[in-house]
């Protein structure tokens, strides 16, 4: 069954996203990932949605679920949707797409953190480019000395200005926080403590994904 890891920006979806797909086998779509590629490759799609990302607001409901659609299509495996549903609309249209695919949605899970922890972590979060094109999150699981070792550049996101970060997190309690409504009204809603040591919080989650 497919799961989705919710949680504010910077909650530790994408860190805990990776461990789980090592864990537990599953493919991990990162809607954020997929946007910033297209941007990365400079396609007309790239083109549109740069200037909205970079500015913390949200890409329109029917564009992403169009991309989401491409990237499901052909998945075998369990599916972590990491960063989607960001709206209720959203979550009703990957009910809708899950049912057409003949998949089945277990826990809608999500990670917590309060605002000011998500400040500082954002505020002070670094990326590194690989010479393959691959880009891997500076933290517990790749150092800057991993980094350095294989080639790769350090850099910092766009979208982690402090205006983009306040933007976010408005734009995360007014149109994603509805969203928990949505799955707890259908069962599915289960959350965990985010501010832990990222063992601990991908302990936790293992625990409530049993
Ligand atoms: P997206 O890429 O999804 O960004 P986000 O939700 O803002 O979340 P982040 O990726 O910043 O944080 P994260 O929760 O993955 O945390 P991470 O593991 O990196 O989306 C970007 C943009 O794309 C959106 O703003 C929007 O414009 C657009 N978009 C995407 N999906 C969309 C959709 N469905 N609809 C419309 N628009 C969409 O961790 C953060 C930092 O904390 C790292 O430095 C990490 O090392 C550190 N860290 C992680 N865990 C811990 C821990 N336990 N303790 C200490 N530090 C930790
Ligand atoms: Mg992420």
Same mark, same amino acid.
């Given at each position: 069954m497919d799961i989705i890891l919710m949680g504010a920006? *910077?909650? *530790?979806k994408g860190t805990q996203a990776a461990r789980l797909k090592t864990a537990l086998g599953y493919k991990h779509i990162s809607t954020g990932d997929v946007l910033r590629s297209e941007i990365a490759s400079g396609s007309e799609l790239g083109k549109k949605v740069g200037a909205i990302i970079q500015k913390g607001d949200l890409v329109s409901d029917e564009l992403m679920l169009s991309i989401l659609k491409e990237v499901v299509s052909g998945v075998q495996e369990p599916i972590i949707f990491d *960063?989607?549903?960001?709206t209720v609309p959203q979550a009703e249209m990957l009910n809708t797409m899950l049912a057409s695919l003949g998949r089945e949605l277990g826990k809608a899970v999500e990670i917590s953190l309060p605002d000011e922890v998500v400040v500082v972590r954002l505020s002070s979060r670094k990326q590194c480019k690989l010479p393959s094109g691959e880009v891997k999150q500076i933290g517990p699981d790749f150092s800057l000395e991993d980094c350095a070792a294989q080639g790769g550049e350090v850099f910092t996101r766009k979208d982690d200005s402090a205006e983009s970060i306040a933007h976010r997190l408005q734009v995360y309690h007014q149109q994603t926080e509805p969203v928990t409504a949505f799955y707890k009204q259908a069962g599915k809603f289960v959350a965990v403590n985010g501010d832990q040591h990222p063992d601990q919080v991908l302990n936790d989650l293992l625990n409530v994904l049993k």
């Open positions: 920006p *910077g909650a *530790g *960063g989607f549903p960001r």
